[in-house]
């Protein structure tokens, strides 16, 4: 984003050509391996702020000026925030987490998604980790989640529902 200020300088480029470039250059490095990704409160906020950075770093505009975040997206003309795009990252999980069970054998991350790695935590906090995101993604248990996600097809539906934001029974 510091690379490109000749461009955001350049008042012969439209606004929406830069909001496009910010879409196309900015948000895919800064979500690359966002399946990885265990999205907390706090991490919401964080990137919330980067993604304001950026359009405030694009149109120019200092961080003493009192302009609201809303203003800002209102003269962007953007509806949604990246924040409230977070279901992207829980569909990526979700795909993800759909691949573990069909593959062959037992490998590395079937043995930990099913909990069956051996030893103590560090002390401390527990992480979120993929098994827990998964579980509150679907509201159900990761066991039943692996049996489910045997099927491509089924699997496919419940993702969609979940990402869609509609209700759904990982049993059916």
């Known amino acids: 984003m510091s690379q490109l200020h000749r ?6 480029i439209s606004i929406q050509t830069k909001v496009r470039l910010v879409r196309a250059l900015i948000i895919p490095v800064f979500t690359n391996a966002a399946e990885t990704w265990t999205i907390k409160a706090a991490d919401r906020q964080r990137i ?24 800002i997206l209102r003269q962007l003309k953007i509806t949604r925030s990246l924040s409230a795009t977070c279901r992207k990252p829980v569909k990526r999980i979700l795909e993800y987490f759909g691949h573990i069970p069909r593959r062959d054998g037992d490998n590395l991350e079937k043995i930990v ?9 560090p002390r401390g906090r527990s992480p979120i980790r993929l098994s827990d995101q998964i579980r509150s993604a679907l509201d159900t248990k990761v066991h039943t989640a692996l049996n489910v996600a045997q099927s491509r ?17 990982p049993q059916k």
Do not use: Y
Not at 7 to 12: L, Q, V
Not at 153 to 169: E, M, P, T
């Open 7 to 12: 461009t955001w300088k350049d008042s012969n």
């Open 48 to 71: 919330d702020a980067f993604e304001m950075w950026c359009w405030r770093r694009m149109l120019r505009i200092p961080w003493t000026a009192h302009r609201t975040n809303v203003s």
């Open 113 to 121: 998604v099913t909990g069956e790695v051996e030893g103590k935590r």
């Open 153 to 169: 097809v089924k699997w496919h539906k419940i993702v969609q529902k979940v990402v869609s934001g509609r209700s759904h029974d």
